[in-house]
């Protein structure tokens, strides 16, 4: 046994220890709304495989702090303690601090800390036993009133951008006390210097208990424009270190737990995805079918007998059946449900409704629906993001809810459902909705509008997705939270979705984040100009028509516009659009395509539609170049090429066009 | 630091007299610049900041780059006066003691 290194199961240990401490918070939490006795065991269990796991695998420490928690979860299993708010509290603070453990043994880096000493020494102290350390009251601060040394450099546009260093350092004022030491090593000469540009940069020391995540908010907004760093001052002894404080703790701490969490998870992104054993079944099935239909296959080979011609095209239907069946499953194994992204909310509704002295009630909806894995990685902070904004600004304390005639308790819905070819994600909350006074004033101010009026509630929502737009000011509470809706968006985007907004005034807000199923397959409509084939996304499909000549009206400026139900839409010719010369050009031989992206809508004018069909994405960019109107390749039955529309990209040609 | 303003400095022929003004940022940092580069030269330099209401970095970046051109030249540059919000913005920037500006408020 002892040539096996035990280093090759710590991924494995730390994968289910997480899922662990996943049970262990759910079912904290469970108890918190007053659940059974069950509960405790399963909590008991989790901590104690961890427990086991932990000393098996060579991390004592984690073992030692563990026990204690263990402890004090026995006495409430025997009964000799009732479970009350302060251990839930306790406990779950104790999962994070877990979580912080197994993120630090992953990095290879001392399990131990500040925080999770303190802890362990507050768990001992509930248990009942002598204590190691001076302070033992369950309130006690950390000694964290070291600080921070921060290297803060502007680029040289970032005052041009609107930024102010100087607004910057005096909100670091505001949050202890600031030592600046400004770095002249790159000022220019008078002559050579451009005043806008910046060429200052400070080390600042902040000393204080403001948290690493406090002086990151001071710089959100800017930290595309700037090097900076944020290093804890050293000068204390080692054990203090970046401590997570106490006093902060619920929220920020898991906050921050999150985030370093993702960012460990991404950097080792080759990992594992776990599959249901009900779905390697049946793939193991389709496998087996495939074998079978390859076996009747077969027999043709040998003598072929036109007698037999049915049974061969029987054949190659079910040939055909099971490929796609296969090929469905295969997808099937990325697609994971989205409620392991829901799981971490029920937390942080709780921990931030207790600090802002809300009440609100979590609904989750539509948990099972699949997402591709990918995808599922990436949501998960905008979704975080969107929760916290929804209980920070949208849900009012019960005074103002009463006030407004509604009940006590604000209800936030995470609902996510299928919709067409894409994913619906909704945050729905019953609070005031959007202040549209507020976002006006903060939008003149900041000269993203040039007047208030004719301004539509859709474009008032639309001003918050601005990047630079800070609620900050707009917003009572959460000093410093008011979190980058840009960031959201262009998160979304980048996933190949949107997102959108709808506000009912003193009725709630409702975000809609829609996403594609998946990155790497397609329906298409496979459509034919003179030799070429294109692919059009059956997604932006509305319908197709065939046109007679008189229908459609040429314009000035040589656009072609037909009326489809009760607009007019213009036409797209893609065979002058992408340049093929033997196409027809004849409206009422060929057959236009109504297809819709971002609420508008044109006509494709084609020759011919030749079926529908699945497109494998192969990327053009990857082995060519970005071509205008063009979002990939994919390759056909007969090995030649076809090219997928980009239907959004076309329509913006379309009105650049109009627009020249 | 020490000594700034001397009194026979401000009424010699060729000083330069510069007046920072109320609103001094990046919009319109371009005039003060044009302002110090041909000061730059004099014998004598004396900057007024004693409207400035409002300042921002650029106005105060401006400021450090013209102070060390000056200092290059072997001169020195003193202050007429410095308003509230211009010590407070070049505290807060660290850059108080660059810009030798008086302790507070100047006689």
Known sequence: ????????????????????LDAMETALLALDEGGDAELVHSIFRAAHSIKGGAATFG???????????????????????????PIIELMLRTVDCLRGMFERAQGGQPLADASSEELKRQLAAAVGRE????????????????????KFRPHAGMLAGGNDPLRLLRELAALGQLVVEAQLDRVPTLDALDPSEC???????????ATREAIASVFEWVEDECDLSIEPLVAAAPPPAPAVETDAAPAGAGAAAGTTRSAAASSNDAGSVRVGIDKIDSLIDLVGELVITQAMLDQFREDFDPSRLSMLQEGLAQLARHTRSLQESVMGIRMLPIGSVFNRFPRLVRDLSQKLGKQVKLELVGEHTELDKTVLEKIGDPLVHLVRNAIDHGLEIPEKRRAAGKGDVGTLRLEASHRGGSIVVEIVDDGAGLNREAIINKALQKGLIKSAEGISDEEVGELIFQPGFSTAAVTTDLSGRGVGMDVVRRNVVDLGGNVAIKSRPGNGTTFTITLPLTLAIIDGLSAGVGDECYIVPLVSIVESIQLPAEAVRSVTGGGELFRFRDEYLPIVRLHQQFGCATARQKIEEGLV?????????????????IGQQQAVVKSLEANYRRVDGISGA????????ALIVDVAGIIRLQARRKAA | MASKTKPDATTTKSEARIGIPADCRIADVGDLHRQLREAVDAP??????????????AALQLLVVFQREVAKRGKQMNWAGVSAPLHDAASQLGLAQTLALPAKQPA
């Open chain 1, 1 to 20: 046994m002892s040539t096996i290194s035990v280093t090759q199961f710590h991924k494995v240990f730390f994968e289910e220890s997480l899922e662990g």
């Open chain 1, 59 to 85: 991390f004592p420490e984690m073992a030692a702090f563990t026990h204690e928690a263990e402890s004090l979860l026995d006495q409430v299993r025997e009964g000799r303690r009732a479970i009350d708010k």
């Open chain 1, 131 to 150: 204590v190691p350390a001076p302070t033992a009251k369950v309130a006690a601060k950390p000694a964290a009133s070291n600080g921070w040394s921060i």
């Open chain 1, 199 to 209: 060429h200052l940069g400070w080390h600042l020391t902040l000393t204080g208990a």
């Open chain 1, 593 to 609: 395509i109504v297809v819709e992206a971002d609420g508008n809508r044109v006509g494709l004018f084609v020759d011919e539609l």
């Open chain 1, 634 to 641: 994919t390759i056909l039955a007969d090995g030649s090429v």
């Open chain 2, 44 to 57: 004598q330099i004396v900057l007024d900041g004693a409207a400035v209401e409002r300042v921002d970095t």
